[in-house]
């Protein structure tokens, strides 16, 4: 879009409907003789990714703010009513960032102003209680204001469809069509912050989420006994902070901290540089706590409470953070482990992982001859794998290796609240024996093989950096690796052209002779490419662990040279 246009498309925001402050700020945009802010801020309208839609905030198209939901909203209100009969209804929830609550306002404004009944919390609570709440109330649509792990300046706006699980296709690109529809804000139909259809949810839906991440218990000891494991929490200023402590304490968790510098919710997130558990940083605090206090577990969740990141003592006593793709093994392991040992394995039951996610997972469930589902990368396709199997099949336990994870599918989302409680008690379970998690880890890695990942993010941000990106893939797609780390590319799967019946996606993967597989993606959600490194190797009687752990490092850092991509090792 040329900056003629853009100018175009700014000068209706310097006109009513549109508030004072945004006029203003956009007219001070248009007056600056550097168009830099101003393109940045509408050289594009806001699009679903994997994570729906999500910005810095700010006025413009290409922004988070009250006109920019609002519009949403009446897209979406416009999509409901093309595709659903009768009384229709969408539920809402936040977290606590900054402009949440009037976002979560306008939303339900808006709703309203459509003839549709909007459920809101009467609070904050976690994306995952959303996606419960949608199945509980028979809703047809959910929204949740948040951006997730991102930094302090985004926000965001994610949609459920009646399944409970975020939106796909065909929904997505019918709501996105829609939202382009809309002819600006006065085009958008609001009802009063009072109105009738605008309804508050209480403390009902919260006993009942708690009742069923409890009733996922599978430690028959847990279950008579509770558990005095020592927990340190911190919800790092998020909506963990409402509910964690309760959902523990219902699975019968007794000895927990939540960290009282990081439990108040705050959009500034003000102890830490990123609310992102999978950064060690962000734990920094809890760890410096369970230090002091001897606790086991630290545990932590971002913004939204999707998110779960764990660290655990090793034998010298010092804590160390459990990645995402350990902390799935380690789930799917437990459950299927257990599930067997009790003849609970079912004909149907599956797991379920991400095509970024490590392939141990699969060696695991191959073991207890239960099929996965691979997926794109987005919880949102593991939640249409089992709305896809339902009635067939019954999904048991999964996860993606950015540490989200799903117990049992009353949630059709990641569930940092249940993965935690889980988490807890996989815990309790080995310190009942005298050992951690990362026992039964090295275990996992003895009689199904040592598989290690790393991910690398390049940051690449605005216009520029976008097509950097770009120009990335089409490299990758035209002239793709021989070899990476002195192994032979034997396959390069292009999911651009929907491989192995998947939709299509802006991923490339190399596979090499000795079984390596790098993955090369753009974020849905941040001006980023990720690179995913996975290998795999034998740890044998008689050697070392660390040795064992080494020469994978070095593989990983080997391919990463010649991406030019640089991996700590």
């Not at 990123?274 to 060690?280: L, Y």
């Not at 275990?443 to 093989?449: K, N, P, S």
């Amino acid at each position: 879009m040329n900056i003629d246009a853009i100018r175009s498309k700014a000068e209706v925001w310097t006109r009513e409907p549109h508030d004072a402050e945004t006029r203003q700020a956009v007219q001070a945009m248009l007056d600056n003789t550097d168009p830099t802010q101003l393109m940045e801020a509408f050289h594009q309208d806001l699009e679903f990714g994997t994570g729906g839609m999500r910005g810095i905030m700010g006025p413009g198209t290409n922004r988070m703010n009250a006109a920019v939901v609002a519009m949403a909203t009446q897209g979406l209100a416009d999509y409901l009513a093309a595709e659903c009969s009768g009384d229709i209804a969408v539920a809402i929830a936040h977290d606590s960032r900054h402009r949440s609550d009037e976002f979560t306002r306008v939303a339900a404004e808006v709703l309203a102003g459509n003839g549709m009944k909007a459920h809101v919390f009467d609070g904050l609570r976690p994306t995952p209680e959303l996606s419960f709440a949608i199945r509980q109330l028979g809703c047809q649509a959910g929204i949740v204001i948040t951006a997730s792990h991102n930094p302090k300046e985004y926000n965001g706006y994610k949609v459920y469809w009646g399944d409970g699980g975020q939106i796909v296709p065909p929904h997505d690109k019918g709501i996105i069509s829609r939202v382009r529809a809309v002819e600006g804000l006065g085009a958008v139909k609001r009802a009063g912050a009072t109105d009738p259809l605008i309804q508050t949810m209480g403390t009902e839906i919260d006993r009942d989420y708690y009742a069923a991440i409890a009733g996922h218990r599978l430690d028959k000891g847990l279950c008579e006994e509770g558990s005095d494991l020592g927990i340190v929490y911190s919800p790092l200023h998020g909506t963990g902070a409402v509910s964690m402590a309760p959902a523990l304490s219902a699975c019968g968790f007794r000895n927990v901290e939540v960290l009282e510098a990081q439990a108040t919710p705050d959009g500034a997130f003000p102890t830490v540089d990123s609310p992102n558990p999978e950064e060690a940083s962000a734990l920094r605090m809890a760890l410096d706590r369970a230090e002091e206090s001897g606790a086991d577990l630290v545990l932590a969740t971002d913004p939204d409470s999707d998110r779960v990141g764990a660290a655990v003592r090793d034998a010298s006593g010092q804590f160390r953070l459990l990645n995402g793709n350990e902390m799935a093994s380690l789930l799917v392991h437990y459950v299927l482990r257990t599930k067997a040992d009790r003849g609970e394995l079912k004909e149907g039951d599956f797991v379920a992982r991400t095509i970024v996610t490590t392939r141990l997972i699969s060696e695991i469930a191959e073991a207890f001859d239960i099929p996965v589902a691979e997926t794109l990368t987005g919880f949102k396709w593991i939640a249409a794998e089992i709305l896809a199997r339902e009635g067939q099949g019954h999904f048991l336990v999964g996860g993606e290796e950015s540490y989200g994870y799903l117990i049992g599918d009353e949630v059709r989302d990641k569930d940092a609240i249940a993965a935690a409680a889980m988490i807890a008690e996989m815990a309790h379970v080995e310190w009942r024996r005298g050992r951690t998690l990362l026992d039964r880890l090295r275990d996992l890695h003895r009689h199904y093989g040592m598989y290690r990942e790393a991910l690398v993010s390049l940051k690449r941000g605005g216009i520029q950096g976008a097509e950097e990106i770009r120009a990335m893939m089409t490299g990758f797609r035209t002239t793709p690796p021989a070899t990476l780390g002195g192994e032979t590319v034997v396959e390069v799967r292009d999911h651009l052209e929907g491989w192995n019946g998947m939709p299509a996606s802006n991923v490339v993967q190399f596979l090499t002779e000795q079984g390596a597989l790098v993955t090369a993606r753009p974020s849905g959600t941040e001006p980023k490419i990720k690179f995913y490194f996975s290998v795999r190797g034998e740890w044998l009687e008689g050697t070392s662990y660390d040795d064992a752990w080494q020469v994978l490092g070095d593989l990983i850092a080997a391919m990463g040279r010649d991406l030019g991509v640089e991996i700590a090792n």
